[in-house]
């Protein structure tokens, strides 16, 4: 069954397998470690040395324009002290990687093959062969 563009947005902002849907991004039991493959479908999740580099960067994006940005505007509108700025961006510059770490890796894997569909493994067998007969 083919994967829309759609799906493979809806399975990534809710974590879940881009391929088969399936709640196995990371490993049971573990909120930081993430499963090389798909434990359902088989589609390699860890694909390269550093494929992730990206999930990073975007981590550190959206730690800085929804993080840290509001709480330097705040200081500088002098809406709160600045002592109440810098320990708020010091737990944030912390504390808000850490909650989205899981949601980075699943939005950049998104990423990847929203641009990419045709190379997921679910979107491969269907319309090749459907082509195939037309020929
Ligand atoms: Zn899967």
Redesign the pocket.
């Known amino acids: 069954m083919k994967v829309t563009r759609l799906q493979i947005v809806a399975r990534g902002l809710s974590n879940r397998?881009p391929?088969?849907g399936?709640r196995?991004l990371f490993q049971a039991g573990s909120f930081f470690a993430v499963n090389p493959a798909?434990t359902?479908?088989g589609?390699k999740i860890e694909r390269d040395e550093g494929s992730f580099l990206g999930a990073m960067s975007l981590n550190y994006g959206v730690t800085l324009v929804g993080c840290l940005t509001p709480v330097m505007l705040l200081a500088y509108y002098q809406v709160i002290g600045t002592t109440t700025a810098i320990v708020a961006a010091g737990v944030g510059a912390i504390g808000f990687p850490a909650l989205f770490y899981r949601s980075s890796r699943s939005w950049w894997l998104m990423n990847y093959y929203v641009f990419l569909p045709h190379h997921l493994p679910a979107n491969q067998a269907g319309p090749r062969a459907n082509e195939d007969e037309n020929l």
């Open positions: 397998c391929n088969c399936g196995t798909c359902a479908c589609l």
